[in-house]
């Protein structure tokens, strides 16, 4: 397991900068106005929200063209409270400081013979501690997995190929068998990197992504670190990555998306060319990697339940 994650530290002091401001503001402006004091309190600590609220009206218009159903406003706003819920447990708690509460596991349960293991890779600006929920039934199962941190965080996709190689050849060397790769958003396209750069498609036995930018994505464009600019829309990246072009390349691949996604979108965006392609209506980007329908599938095809 990673020593460290500077994605945690960073983290780390920003969710206190935003708890210690909103809690001064609070100080300061309650004997003055109980009210003022209140409201912006909650306009500091809720911020997000509203951010997040312009990215679901940004996905609304842009999507118009797509194959993906459109979603309607009530889906929108179902999708965005979901989103508003979900984003700080993994943003604020998880990743910063809960992001090693679960250990990589590299054996299965004593009573067990070596079944197939895992690998979980995050996507953009998260680190392994986004995957907890997963990790802890994996554990609770008894069951083998590595969970990544993609660093640095504001890297090229292709410097996270050797974190991708090291965790392989560990689970692999543990089970005795290719493991499953797990991706949300950013990661997807680690791991199809991975795949290319190593010719590894014989080293995996699934890949399965969750709200992956596989043709890139349409708010990328506002990026201007290594990685996002990767995930533009009809980047030099994305074609490469493409190449050469093979019917049967992406057979072994479960590709989750959702036309709710705020972040990859268009939806159609998460879709593969011969993959098992399968849309979640109404889900956010970060709720869409914790939905029970998605987990359950995933976890089942890693387990062999």
């Excluded at 809690?23 to 300061?28: D, F, N, T």
């Excluded at 050469?244 to 965006?269: G, H, L, M, Q, V």
């Excluded at 098992?276 to 029970?292: I, Y």
Aim: overall charge positive; aromatic content about 10%.
């Amino acid at each position: 397991m990673p020593k460290r994650s500077t994605l945690a530290r960073l983290q780390q002091a920003t969710t206190c900068l935003l708890v210690g401001g909103a809690i001064a503001w609070l100080a300061l402006h309650w004997r003055e106005s109980p009210f003022v004091a209140i409201a912006g309190f909650i306009a500091i600590t809720m911020a997000y929200s509203a951010f997040l609220a312009v990215e679901f009206v940004l996905l609304r218009f842009v999507s118009r063209a797509d194959p993906a159903p459109r979603p309607g406003w009530r889906e929108l706003a179902r999708a965005w409270l979901e989103e508003t819920i979900t984003a700080p447990l993994v943003f604020c708690w998880r990743q910063p400081f809960r992001w090693n509460e679960v250990p990589d596991q590299l054996e299965a349960a004593p009573s067990r013979p070596a079944r197939r293991g895992a690998v979980f890779i995050h996507g953009f600006v998260c680190n392994r501690g986004f995957w907890t929920p997963w990790l802890k039934e994996l554990r609770a199962r008894g069951h083998p997995f590595i969970a990544v941190n993609l660093e640095p965080v504001f890297g090229a996709i292709d410097r996270y190929v050797p974190i991708v190689e090291d965790a392989v050849q560990r689970i692999t060397q543990a089970t005795g068998l290719p493991p499953v790769l797990v991706c949300h958003s950013m990661g997807g396209l680690a791991a199809r990197a991975w795949l290319r750069a190593m010719s590894a498609a014989d080293r995996v036995h699934h890949v399965i992504t969750i709200g992956s930018p596989h043709h890139g994505t349409w708010i990328a464009r506002f990026s201007q670190v290594s990685n996002g600019r990767q995930m533009r829309q009809r980047s030099e990246w994305l074609r490469q990555l493409e190449r050469p072009a093979d019917p049967e390349r992406y057979a072994k691949f479960t590709c989750w998306y959702s036309n709710c996604d705020n972040i990859a979108f268009p939806a159609s965006t998460g879709a593969l060319p011969g993959a098992d392609n399968r849309l979640v209506r109404g889900a956010a980007h970060v709720d869409l990697g914790f939905r029970p329908e998605v987990m359950a599938d995933s976890l089942a095809r890693i387990t062999g339940a």
